[in-house]
């Protein structure tokens, strides 16, 4: 390390083993992890939760956790020490970190798989130790906590509507489903490539708020069950152009959909995994593409249009460090409008 780097004499961690769920969470005091060739110390700022965090805690998730794993992907800090070799950061830089760290760029292949909070260590720490390679700067008008809503959701929802090659153009129309962080950041990039937004919701306080954020028309899919039909409706009978599907509705997301449509599957909030006729594939020669949130290089594109339009994610409330637990088990019952943040510094 540089002369100019300087670690804390001590540190604290949340460590968890998957399966233990949220009672599972300890905090532990610990010598300062130091950082390698190419590794970089980050003093952590602020960690936003994610569906996935809940998926590792209760023993769900699809990819491998380590055991004693520090959880939590999506944080935000300041770099305070750097290991020998490093040349992209130096102290002082405000950075958050893709979730697969060793993803950079093009399709996802196998040896990218590790990730921050599930095989590796993730961010609900005082201070993480990352490759620099995985880091991405905070956009300049965001503060810690709302640059820490990024890396999972925000990378995800851009990846939804623009990693299929062309992606969303201008008079796309595209429907997200609920209200959860990825699909609140889909709704608020999706406008800002021109597209006509159509959100569904369960909850008539969220209907306004959507529309606040951006959505042109919202659905209400406990008043209207079979949503597909308005969707249909709203669309002249025509259907959507994409889906951004968080909810795992795949029958009811192909039927609103367009011929020749997209449908970006996120993922199942419910855990269930109902059949799918397969000719609601070919009716419309639809296109599903399952995401693992996006590459460092949709990462730097994410921030560039972020920033060029001074973007704000949207966050609901914050809890101090010490609270983890009562922050995991806010988002896990109380169906926040916005990230729920964990501020450690």
Same mark, same amino acid.
């Given at each position: 390390?540089?002369?100019?780097?300087?670690?804390?004499?001590?540190?604290?961690?949340?460590?968890?083993?998957?399966?233990?769920?949220?009672? $599972?969470?300890?905090?532990?005091?610990? &010598?300062?992890?130091?950082?390698?060739?190419?590794?970089?110390?980050?003093?952590?700022?602020?960690?936003?939760?994610?569906?996935?965090?809940?998926?590792?805690?209760?023993?769900?998730?699809?990819?491998?956790?380590?055991?004693?794993?520090?959880?939590?992907g999506d944080g935000?800090?300041?770099?305070?020490?750097?290991?020998?070799?490093?040349?992209?950061?130096?102290?002082?830089?405000?950075?958050?970190?893709?979730?697969?760290?060793?993803?950079?760029?093009?399709?996802?292949?196998?040896?990218?798989?590790?990730?921050?909070?599930?095989?590796?260590?993730?961010?609900?720490?005082? =201070?993480?130790?990352?490759? &620099?390679?995985?880091?991405?700067?905070?956009?300049?008008?965001?503060?810690?906590?709302?640059?820490?809503?990024?890396?999972?959701?925000?990378?995800?929802?851009?990846?939804?509507?623009?990693?299929?090659?062309?992606?969303?153009?201008? $008079?796309? !129309?595209? =429907?997200? !489903?609920g209200s959860g962080?990825?699909?609140?950041?889909?709704?608020?990039?999706?406008? =800002?490539? /021109?597209?006509?937004?159509?959100?569904?919701?369960?909850?008539?306080?969220?209907?306004?708020? =959507?529309?606040?954020? /951006?959505?042109?028309?919202?659905?209400?899919?406990?008043?209207?069950?079979?949503?597909?039909?308005?969707?249909?409706?709203?669309?002249?009978?025509?259907?959507?152009?994409?889906?951004?599907?968080?909810?795992?509705?795949?029958?009811?997301?192909?039927?609103?959909?367009?011929?020749?449509?997209?449908?970006?599957?996120?993922?199942?909030?419910?855990?269930?995994?109902?059949?799918?006729?397969?000719?609601?594939?070919?009716?419309?020669?639809a296109t599903v593409?399952?995401?693992?949130?996006?590459?460092?290089?949709?990462?730097?594109?994410?921030?560039?249009?972020?920033?060029?339009?001074?973007?704000?994610?949207? !966050?609901?409330?914050?809890?101090?460090?010490? &609270?983890? $637990?009562?922050?995991?088990?806010?988002?896990?019952?109380?169906?926040?409008?916005?990230?729920?943040?964990?501020?450690?510094?």
């Amino acid at each position: 390390m540089t002369a100019m780097n300087v670690l804390p004499p001590s540190v604290r961690s949340y460590r968890v083993n998957s399966g233990d769920g949220i009672a $599972g969470l300890k905090l532990r005091t610990h &010598e300062p992890p130091t950082p390698g060739v190419g590794e970089v110390a980050v003093a952590v700022h602020a960690v936003s939760l994610s569906f996935r965090d809940l998926l590792v805690l209760r023993g769900q998730y699809v990819l491998p956790v380590k055991s004693d794993v520090i959880p939590v992907g999506d944080g935000a800090g300041q770099v305070i020490a750097v290991g020998p070799g490093v040349q992209l950061v130096r102290p002082g830089d405000r950075v958050t970190a893709a979730l697969f760290p060793q993803w950079l760029d093009g399709p996802l292949e196998p040896s990218y798989l590790p990730q921050l909070g599930g095989s590796l260590d993730g961010m609900l720490t005082e =201070l993480a130790v990352l490759p &620099e390679q995985a880091l991405v700067p905070v956009p300049e008008h965001l503060s810690y906590a709302e640059a820490a809503t990024l890396p999972c959701a925000a990378v995800t929802a851009w990846n939804a509507l623009t990693g299929d090659g062309p992606g969303i153009q201008p $008079g796309h !129309t595209v =429907l997200t !489903t609920g209200s959860g962080g990825v699909s609140l950041s889909a709704v608020q990039l999706a406008k =800002l490539l /021109g597209a006509r937004v159509i959100a569904t919701t369960g909850q008539v306080e969220k209907e306004r708020r =959507l529309r606040d954020l /951006g959505a042109d028309e919202v659905v209400n899919y406990r008043a209207v069950p079979d949503w597909h039909t308005v969707v249909r409706d709203i669309t002249g009978g025509r259907g959507v152009d994409r889906v951004v599907d968080t909810a795992g509705s795949l029958e009811q997301s192909l039927k609103s959909l367009a011929v020749n449509g997209h449908v970006a599957f996120v993922g199942s909030l419910s855990g269930d995994w109902p059949p799918l006729d397969p000719r609601l594939l070919f009716g419309v020669a639809a296109t599903v593409r399952a995401l693992a949130v996006g590459s460092h290089a949709q990462f730097t594109q994410l921030n560039e249009i972020i920033t060029a339009h001074q973007l704000r994610p949207v !966050t609901s409330r914050a809890f101090p460090f010490e &609270e983890a $637990g009562a922050a995991f088990r806010h988002y896990e019952s109380a169906s926040p409008f916005g990230k729920v943040i964990i501020e450690v510094r």
